[in-house]
């Protein structure tokens, strides 16, 4: 056979595989397309869908709310507004109808209708509304992706997600930087171009962003039991408030309960930018209190904090509870005022991670039965109080029977995302919910995938979920550089 009868017949073979690559699809989605004709069974009740999108409020610029639908089918039909939409179990929405769809309805709603076949026979469920708010959420999210471990770690990463789509980028991977562990980032007020989180072990500093400038720094002093731990922004850029505390960690034997994470000790110290100070004059550092987990307002002029009185550790860790408290913060000095106000007191209860809504109205706080860290407790729930007339918001709409913790507002203050183990106990995962202007709360609502089986198959807890206004700009290699190169400057305690 010579080259040219080779030729076409490879060309013919070319050709009839890419035919039957775009005929095959298409014979699949057409077999699948199949319409409820005639009804055999209706349905009161809404059908289990995952994750649960029923009654939900969402914004106008989320990326489409792919769901699985959990009952036994042959096939499986969706009406999602004015689109209609085929599977076996999963149902994926088309972006640019979602699109057109939800800015279409801003402040309305749409209505889903679902039927499924089983044995030849199809079963009409009740019908549920998704409400469109007119108010956007910020277009990212930034959060820790790592397996739920407690000492040991593989790959563990630090990620972005573009909420109007489902594009996720890593900012950094450990696996560029020596396999070390990489945790507690946060932003000034949502800006992308502020960032500051921490390296431990291999190439181990904190790392500050400004102006796509890196900082690698050294925060441990001679005043300081530990290098900076938990950290929150001041509005202005200049300072950042953090914990320094010195953390140990326990395991439970009964399977309620996994681990106790807790300090030794714990201080508030106020960093400051601009000199790579550690204001003395700015830092509550005493023996007879643990303090931890700082934030400050969104006016900049009020340092909030969590606090309780030093216990013999660990010996009593479920006797330790800790007060919501604040003080005054002079940015023009960088100082502190005293006294401190009492926000929430910790009669019989712990309060911690304190976040204002960036309005200045509303304080949301995680309570639990005893100490600082209930990301492992079970009764953790999330609470609210109206800084305008320090009552406490019904938050049962948001809550759930397991762990509800972590929390971070929107830049508009219309939505809060948080963490949660709601859905098997041992994963947390990013839930978003609305909060009206009068504090009231939405049924939250699962980050939407495109793959909705992804969480069954992604075995990664989702960390501190922090909502920013855009993209990280700088990339994971400028960090690597910076982190293999760079040796770590040290701050001053002044």
């Known amino acids: 056979m010579d080259n040219t009868k080779k030729r076409k017949i490879v060309r013919r073979f070319v050709v009839v595989y890419l035919i039957l690559q775009i005929l095959i699809p298409v014979w699949i989605y057409t077999g699948n397309q199949e319409k409820p004709s005639s009804v055999a069974r209706e349905r009161t009740d809404v059908p289990p869908i995952f994750p649960d999108y ?46 057109r769809m939800t800015r279409e309805n801003r402040g309305k709603s749409i209505q889903v209708e ?88 291999a190439n181990g500093g904190t790392y500050i962003v400004q102006d796509k400038k890196i900082s690698k720094l050294n925060t441990k002093t001679n005043g300081t039991i530990s290098n900076m731990t938990y950290p929150f922004w001041h509005p202005s850029g200049r300072y950042i408030t953090t914990s320094v505390n010195d953390i140990k960690q326990f395991f439970h034997s009964v399977k309620e309960k996994k681990m106790e994470v807790f300090d030794l000790e714990s201080d508030v110290v106020v960093y400051d930018v601009k000199n790579k100070e550690i204001l003395s004059k700015a830092s509550l550092i005493t023996k007879d209190a643990f303090e931890t987990f700082p ?146 709360p939405s049924k939250p609502f699962l980050l939407p995938q495109e793959d909705p089986d992804k969480y069954d198959y992604q075995l990664y807890s989702y960390n501190i979920p922090e909502l920013t206004k855009g993209a990280v700009e700088v990339s994971p290699y400028e960090i690597q550089q910076v982190a293999e190169k760079n040796k770590p400057e040290q701050v001053r305690f002044k």
């Open 114 to 201: 679902i039927a499924t076949k089983q044995a030849g026979e199809w079963t009409r469920w009740s019908s549920f509304p998704i409400y469109i708010s007119d108010q956007p959420i910020d277009s990212h999210l930034v959060y820790r992706l790592i397996e739920p471990g407690y000492e040991k770690w593989h790959i563990v990463g630090i990620y972005q997600r573009n909420l109007e789509s489902f594009d996720e980028q890593p900012i950094i991977r450990n696996d560029m930087t020596g396999y070390n562990c990489m945790n507690c980032h946060s932003f000034c007020m949502g800006d992308p171009g502020q960032m500051m989180f921490h390296m431990r072990a």
């Open 295 to 440: 934030a400050f307002s969104p006016d900049g002029k009020w340092l909030y904090f969590c606090t309780a009185p030093a216990q013999k550790m660990p010996e009593n860790y479920d006797k330790v509870r800790y007060n919501l408290c604040r003080v005054a913060f002079d940015p023009d000095r960088g100082e502190i005022s005293f006294p401190i106000d009492t926000l929430v007191h910790a009669d019989s209860l712990s309060y911690t991670f304190p976040r204002i809504s960036p309005d200045g109205r509303f304080l949301m706080y995680t309570e639990t039965a005893y100490g600082q860290f209930p990301i492992w407790h079970p009764d953790a729930e999330i609470r609210m109080m109206d800084l305008e007339n320090r009552t406490a918001m019904d938050m049962s709409a948001l809550n759930s029977p397991d762990t509800d913790s972590y929390h971070s507002w929107s830049s508009n203050s219309d939505w809060v995302v948080f963490s949660s183990r709601r859905d098997n106990g041992l994963y947390t995962l990013p839930y978003i919910c609305h909060i009206g202007k009068d504090g009231k």
């Open 54 to 99: 029923a009654g939900v409020t969402i914004p106008y610029n989320i990326a489409p709310l792919n769901f699985r639908i959990d009952v036994p089918a042959e096939k499986c039909y969706a009406k999602i507004g004015d689109h209609e939409y085929y599977g076996t179990n999963a149902i994926q929405i088309d972006p640019k109808e979602w699109t």
